[in-house]
């Protein structure tokens, strides 16, 4: 926790110091609750991501897609050498072929068996032993199909597609390269459902108000209320942390493994705060114009914490209750030369 200070109302001062230019703006010390955050690190990732490879062995003949590349669901994006998966069907059905013409004999075999058992021509065993035989022949037509489908489901897996529309991550092997099941081949995600993903020690997250929370995306040089946050029921009892998704609006630019910021409210406190432009920075030096009692801004260096709110930054000292500042510290700065 931050210690308690005074802080900043962020309201035009209602009257300016003898002599002081009515034009600058000014901003009045006074001691008001501001919104605290404990920041935590994040990643991005995507909600929807995949990492594709085929289900048999073979050579990569076709890798017509790259990283980058925006795909549909169902397009194309590697093919392995199908020549065995192709024999491999043409030989089931083959072998569909025979054991159906076999089955045909056996019941050819079995009706004239029964028709010369009911004539008393052949004995009740050769009825019986043609009808196993026609049980046998029906077995091999349903196991040669089944093979069948397992070659046309082996032939399948030689081509990988998109499972959806998204965009294509990264690319893991080269036409010519050697698939095997297991290795992948493409990542694909979906660009338009992303979350950032906090490692968040458990004692913060009793206290968290995650739905007030907001993520920092330096990246894209902004930051975002997140849609919703999940805390995932899951701890490490190692490092006692909990992992939490927050879900973030779509936003153009965002890609899976980016640095994200979280900045998780835990409540208020009173602090010192000024807006950002109020501040100079002058190497590791920073300060604020403070207007003196003949209405003139003078330079003070101020001591600065983390930023808080919307736009405003924490002081932690080097301000009084009831001083009054410039509320643009290059407006200010550009006065003080003139004089």
């Given at each position: 926790m931050?210690?308690?200070?005074?802080?900043?109302?962020?309201?035009?001062?209602?009257?300016?110091?003898?002599?002081?230019?009515?034009?600058?703006?000014?901003?009045?010390?006074?001691?008001?609750?501001?919104?605290?955050?404990?920041?935590?690190?994040?990643?991005?990732?995507?909600?929807?991501?995949?990492?594709?490879?085929?289900?048999?062995?073979?050579?990569?003949?076709?890798l017509p897609?790259?990283?980058?590349?925006?795909?549909?669901?169902?397009?194309?994006?590697?093919?392995?050498?199908?020549?065995?998966?192709?024999?491999?069907?043409?030989?089931?059905?083959?072998?569909?072929?025979?054991?159906?013409?076999?089955?045909?004999?056996?019941?050819?075999?079995?009706?004239?068996?029964?028709?010369?058992?009911?004539?008393?021509?052949?004995?009740?065993?050769?009825?019986?032993?043609?009808?196993?035989?026609?049980?046998?022949?029906?077995?091999?037509v349903?196991?040669?199909?089944?093979?069948?489908?397992?070659?046309?489901?082996?032939?399948?897996?030689?081509?990988?597609?998109?499972?959806?529309?998204?965009?294509?991550?990264?690319?893991?092997?080269?036409?010519?390269?050697?698939?095997?099941?297991?290795?992948?081949?493409?990542?694909?995600?979906?660009?338009?459902?992303?979350?950032?993903?906090?490692?968040?020690?458990?004692?913060?997250v009793?206290?968290?108000?995650?739905?007030?929370?907001?993520?920092?995306?330096?990246?894209?040089?902004?930051?975002v209320?997140?849609l919703?946050?999940?805390?995932?029921?899951?701890?490490?009892?190692?490092?006692?942390?909990?992992?939490?998704?927050?879900?973030l609006?779509?936003?153009?630019?965002?890609?899976?493994?980016?640095y994200?910021?979280?900045?998780?409210?835990?409540?208020?406190?009173?602090?010192?705060?000024?807006?950002?432009?109020?501040?100079?920075?002058?190497?590791e030096?920073?300060?604020?114009?403070?207007?003196?009692?003949?209405?003139?801004?003078?330079?003070?260096?101020?001591?600065?914490?983390?930023?808080?709110?919307?736009?405003?930054?924490?002081?932690?000292?080097?301000?009084?209750?009831?001083?009054?500042?410039?509320?643009?510290?290059?407006?200010?700065?550009?006065?003080?030369?003139?004089?």
């Open positions: 931050r210690r308690l200070a005074v802080a900043l109302a962020l309201a035009l001062a209602p009257g300016l110091p003898a002599g002081a230019d009515e034009g600058l703006a000014t901003l009045r010390v006074s001691a008001r609750p501001v919104a605290q955050a404990v920041p935590v690190e994040a990643a991005i990732e995507a909600v929807r991501q995949a990492t594709l490879g085929v289900q048999v062995a073979g050579r990569i003949v076709d897609v790259k990283a980058g590349d925006a795909v549909r669901a169902g397009q194309v994006l590697a093919r392995v050498d199908a020549r065995a998966a192709d024999a491999a069907v043409a030989a089931s059905r083959s072998q569909l072929a025979e054991a159906e013409a076999n089955y045909a004999n056996a019941k050819r075999a079995h009706d004239r068996n029964r028709a010369l058992f009911a004539q008393k021509f052949v004995s009740e065993a050769a009825v019986d032993q043609s009808a196993t035989t026609l049980k046998a022949a029906a077995a091999q349903d196991a040669v199909r089944a093979n069948m489908s397992s070659a046309d489901a082996a032939r399948d897996w030689t081509t990988v597609v998109a499972p959806y529309a998204g965009v294509v991550g990264e690319t893991h092997a080269e036409r010519g390269d050697m698939a095997l099941p297991g290795k992948p081949i493409v990542t694909v995600f979906d660009p338009g459902e992303m979350r950032a993903v906090a490692t968040v020690p458990q004692a913060l009793a206290k968290a108000r995650l739905a007030e929370s907001r993520v920092e995306l330096p990246a894209l040089d902004r930051s209320v997140p919703r946050a999940t805390v995932v029921p899951l701890a490490d009892a190692k490092s006692h942390t909990t992992r939490v998704r927050f879900d609006p779509r936003l153009d630019g965002l890609a899976p493994g980016q994200a910021r979280v900045r998780l409210a835990v409540g208020e406190a009173t602090l010192v705060a000024v807006p950002a432009a109020a501040l100079v920075r002058r190497g030096v920073t300060a604020v114009y403070v207007i003196d009692a003949e209405g003139a801004p003078r330079l003070r260096q101020v001591r600065a914490g983390e930023r808080v709110g919307d736009g405003e930054v924490e002081i932690l000292a080097g301000l009084r209750d009831g001083e009054t500042i410039a509320a643009n510290a290059v407006a200010a700065g550009m006065r003080t030369v003139a004089r």
